[in-house]
């Protein structure tokens, strides 16, 4: 189980009450001997240098008092050696731009992020070292041009992640709108793109990210186009954005950064379209397109159709709980409505015929728990009753209550595998024909009148029977 920093918790209220998600501690040690996550802000230019690069430098190192986390700042490319850069849980190339480091210098860099380091890419990040292949990739796009600045629509298409996961649906915000040589789409994880409807000069015919993430090559990655300005550094809401970046590129937090293409919402906010209550339990829709479970116990189930290998994909958190790993209530009475412990209840289902009895799905599908305090045959990430997650690798992965986490359940055939936060925690094969995996629907459910547990973007990709 992650330590949270002692100081993340305070970001939420020094930010905006906008809820951030505790930060773990990192493997670096810090002068005074504590163990606190530490980043290096790196602003050097070879090219055109943005007039924002001081307030974004005093941005980050605000943002690292409110996140629990050390700063330094250079722009002295000697700082990338192998023996300082394992000083840091991350690197933030803020606004950079041209041949920045020599060959030295980039070799001790790829090293770094080999080796499980993490980047952040702010704006003109994109506009920087154009002959090195490694950059490339771990930035994800290289800038192409820019129109003029002005108002733009950015949609959001991932709201789990902790850059994003406080943004509403849409977000209008001011910026130099950065064109990219290329759309990253198929090789990072696409948080947020433009609308290029909403403003003038976009070239990307109408396909614009400009926030994502990635797993790369042992390390990960975080790039947002945003920054070109002065005043986006005393944006509350684009300082929320960076931290939750930074966040994640220092391991404090864990989100899902495989890329993410081909799936379809099965909910997406607005309509319950295809979706049926059974039992006396209810989901309540609010503004920002989350349902969140009240009443008895019941489930929400995807009565339009069946399906059969696929990758289902959502996003949840719970209200309360204890912390992962623990096991305060091993009575194993999951679906009596009783919940003893405190926490909140809930889970997925998959796999059930057709049926507006709650206990159809109980007895006939599978369930992939969420709950932190059972046991582990019944606790989150679980195969509720039939197989336990891998507790170390969920532990790691779970982010604290209050904070959304991401599930993928993947079906191909009878093989049921479990993804949280991009790392698998589960596989497990039925066996039993009368539950089998086949075809079957999917449901949410709402476990007793006291648990609260939210759901958003749900989504699913078909997969071929034979392959994944």
Not at 6 to 16: E, F, K, M, N, P
Not at 193 to 218: F, K, R, V
Not at 248 to 257: F, G, I, N, P
Not at 314 to 323: F, N, R, Y
């Amino acid at each position: 189980m992650r330590t949270a920093m002692s100081a993340a918790a305070g970001s939420v209220l020094l930010l905006g009450c906008l809820a951030q998600p505790a930060a773990s501690a990192s493997n670096s040690t810090s002068a005074d001997g504590s163990s606190r996550a530490r980043v290096l802000v790196f602003s050097k230019t070879a090219g055109f240098r943005h007039d924002s690069i001081p307030d974004g430098v005093t941005a980050v190192r605000q943002l690292g008092v409110a996140g629990g986390f050390r700063v330094d700042a250079t722009e002295d490319a000697g700082a990338f050696t192998t023996a300082n850069l394992r000083r840091y849980d991350a690197v933030v190339f803020l606004s950079t731009t041209g041949d920045v480091l020599d060959a030295v210098q980039q070799a001790a860099f790829e090293g770094y992020i080999r080796h499980g380091g993490g980047y952040v890419g702010i704006h003109a990040a994109a506009d920087t070292e154009y002959d090195w292949a490694f950059y490339g990739g771990l930035v994800g796009a290289r800038f192409e041009s820019h129109p003029a600045i002005q108002p733009a629509t950015v949609r959001v298409e991932d709201r789990a992640h902790p850059a994003t996961s406080g943004l509403d649906r849409t977000w209008n915000r001011t910026d130099e709108w950065y064109d990219y040589r290329s759309n990253p789409r198929e090789r990072v994880h696409v948080l947020a793109s433009l609308d290029e409807s909403s403003y003038t000069g976009g070239t990307m015919n109408g396909d614009h990210p400009i926030a994502w993430c990635q797993n790369y090559q042992g390390g990960r990655a975080f790039y947002t186009g945003g920054g070109h300005t002065r005043e986006s550094y005393e944006d509350p809401v684009f300082r929320r954005h960076l931290l939750g970046g930074m966040l994640y590129a220092v391991d404090a937090v864990r989100a899902d950064c495989r890329p993410e293409n081909g799936y379809r919402p099965l909910f997406d906010g607005t309509s319950l379209d295809g979706w049926r209550q059974a039992g006396p339990g209810s989901f309540t829709l609010s503004d920002d397109g989350t349902l969140t479970s009240t009443g008895g116990m019941g489930l929400l189930w995807y009565a339009d159709r069946s399906f059969g290998a696929y990758s289902l994909k959502l996003d949840w958190k719970t209200t309360t709980g204890a912390p992962s790993g623990t096991d305060d209530d091993d009575s194993g009475d999951h679906n009596s409505g009783d919940d003893n412990s405190g926490d909140d209840n809930s889970g997925v289902f998959v796999g059930f015929p057709p049926s507006d009895d709650p206990w159809s799905a109980v007895d006939n599908g599978y369930e992939i728990q969420i709950d932190a305090t059972d046991v582990p045959e019944k606790t989150t990430g679980s195969v509720y009753g039939f197989r336990s997650a891998d507790l170390k690798k969920r532990d790691r992965a779970l982010n604290p209550p209050g904070e959304w986490n991401t599930y993928e359940i993947r079906v191909v055939g009878e093989r049921l595998r479990v993804w949280l936060n991009g790392v698998q925690i589960n596989d497990f094969t039925n066996t039993d024909p009368a539950r089998s995996l086949r075809d079957g629907h999917i449901g949410l459910q709402n476990h007793g009148a006291d648990d609260q547990v939210s759901f958003r973007d749900v989504r699913i990709r078909e997969l071929p029977v034979k392959g994944d």
